[in-house]
């Protein structure tokens, strides 16, 4: 073995976000062994205390910015942000899913330890500047995923869940890693910064013909992942089968981490073919709008609406890639810190009203919600109003600046599209809160009890969240315009 493959302390330190979460994992694992069933609390505070230092870890490594095993890893300012915003959203999920599983006679630290190897994966995603490495992370994301959706295995709504979503996602990554290795053949290298030096030299003598193929194969894995058009058909199903909690950690968690995968391929490797990706990624942000928003109108499940939901999200958010700048990559990283406030806030009260079973996840079973539970009320409409986009919430400065990203970029056509787009969307958010206050509830529903602390406190760190992005956007926006350039 030659010196230069050992590891320096420095390289392993950069690694260890992921190495604590991975151990954190292990040791809830082991601990549901054995631990008494009353104790089981103690394996939640465990994963959550996990996370809260895998994402102290992430910062503390990203003060030491550099590559890591052999240039495999990039830990820079992005990296750290997408570190930091998965560990959060692990936190808030956990916290809103304490109760949950104990209502539903399925706590057990199974659960924990699959939230913390999802999070790992999502965290090499982040990080990684090569290929490989980018599907190993993805694969690690999504297994623990799999089966999160069909955790509670005597429901059949979670095994078609849990079915639907390995089945495509199967497909979906099978596409991922032959694009990789149609890009390994047209270059010699599956390292983004070295596909990148190739492309751009014209002596390299790279198939023009295979690189557009791989990205091709590329884009249609990542689409999956980000439930873009034409692939976005799983969501609605997965999000409607699976527990409560794991939709909501499904709509950020792994998103966010897929999002940041596609802006590191698309911002290091491809940006030579942007004249040939533009378009492309302009039709697909366009569908995805419209497909969400559209299909969002007519839902009458909550679950169904909040995915369809996070399908019309999603094409804001590719508005912004689209724009191929590192404004609209910095304006990419804001909407998705702003998204997964609003959006686990929004499925923390679903968690919650729906009851045991989730047998209340109808839109008439929100009728007169603002009489059984004014706090309750309260919140769901502030979530819903920062999804609309409403001033002072987080949801208005992340729509604001993926459109000026766009018209930064003569993306005028697609920004004015998007804007309707947003304009269609307050529609069937606002439908939700006319049935909360101006409907009256349904004959013998009964006031609801206080929410269990998880709950509260999940909501209270939502509801924060979504006001200090609303009224002070640059403690975040500053570090996400500084971060974006180091994607070169």
Request: with cysteine; hydrophobic share 55%; glycine share 8%.
């Amino acid at each position: 073995m030659s010196v230069s493959s050992i590891p320096s302390v420095q390289e392993i330190l950069r690694f260890a976000p992921e190495i604590a979460l991975s151990l954190g994992g292990t040791v809830v694992m082991l601990g549901e062994a054995g631990i008494r069933n009353g104790s089981r609390a103690r394996l939640a505070v465990i994963t959550f205390l996990t996370l809260l230092a895998a994402a102290v870890l992430s910062v503390a490594v990203g003060a030491d910015p550099g590559p890591a095993f052999s240039n495999l890893l990039a830990v820079d300012g992005f990296a750290t942000f997408f570190r930091v915003l998965v560990c959060a959203a692990g936190m808030l999920v956990v916290l809103i899913s304490t109760n949950y599983l104990r209502q539903e006679g399925h706590d057990s630290g199974e659960y924990y330890a699959l939230i913390l190897f999802s999070v790992a994966g999502q965290c090499l995603m982040a990080a990684s500047n090569e290929l490989i490495m980018l599907f190993i992370g993805l694969e690690c994301s999504s297994i623990a995923s799999y089966v999160l959706a069909g955790y509670l295995r005597d429901d059949r709504r979670n095994n078609e869940a849990a079915l639907k979503y390995f089945l495509l996602g199967s497909f979906a990554s099978a596409f991922f890693l032959y694009g990789a290795a149609w890009l390994w053949g047209a270059t010699g290298t599956t390292n983004l910064s070295e596909v990148r030096r190739l492309l751009l030299d014209p002596a390299a003598g790279v198939s023009s013909t295979m690189v557009a193929g791989a990205a091709a194969l590329l884009l249609v894995g990542l689409a999956f992942k980000v439930s873009a058009a034409p692939f976005q058909m799983w969501a609605p199903d997965v999000y409607q089968g699976a527990p409560a909690p794991v939709a909501a950690f499904l709509s950020v968690g792994p998103k966010a981490a897929a999002f940041a995968m596609f802006l590191r391929i698309l911002m290091t490797a491809f940006v030579p073919l942007r004249e040939r990706w533009e378009p492309v990624l302009w039709v697909v942000a366009l569908a995805t709008m419209i497909i969400g928003n559209f299909a969002a109108l007519w839902q009458t499940n909550v679950k169904r609406l909040l995915a369809y939901s996070s399908i019309a999200h999603a094409g804001y958010i590719l508005v912004a890639l689209t724009a191929m700048s590192d404004t609209g990559a910095a304006a990419a990283m804001f909407y998705l810190a702003a998204y997964t406030f609003m959006n686990i806030g929004a499925f923390a009260v679903v968690t919650f009203v729906s009851g045991r079973g989730e047998k209340h996840v109808e839109l008439m079973d929100l009728a007169g919600l603002s009489r059984r539970s004014p706090a309750m009320a309260a919140v769901l409409s502030i979530f819903l109003l920062s999804l609309t986009g409403v001033p002072l919430t987080a949801g208005f400065f992340g729509k604001f600046y993926i459109f000026k990203a766009a018209l930064d970029a003569d993306l005028v056509w697609l920004a004015v599209l998007g804007l309707l787009n947003s304009a269609v969307a307050a529609y069937y958010y606002l439908r939700i809160i006319v049935m909360m206050y101006m409907h009256e509830p349904s004959i013998g529903a009964e006031p609801l009890p206080a929410p269990a602390p998880g709950i509260r406190w999940a909501l209270a760190a939502s509801v924060a969240g979504t006001f200090v992005l609303g009224v002070a956007p640059s403690l975040v926006l500053d570090y996400a315009t500084a971060s974006a350039p180091l994607l070169r």
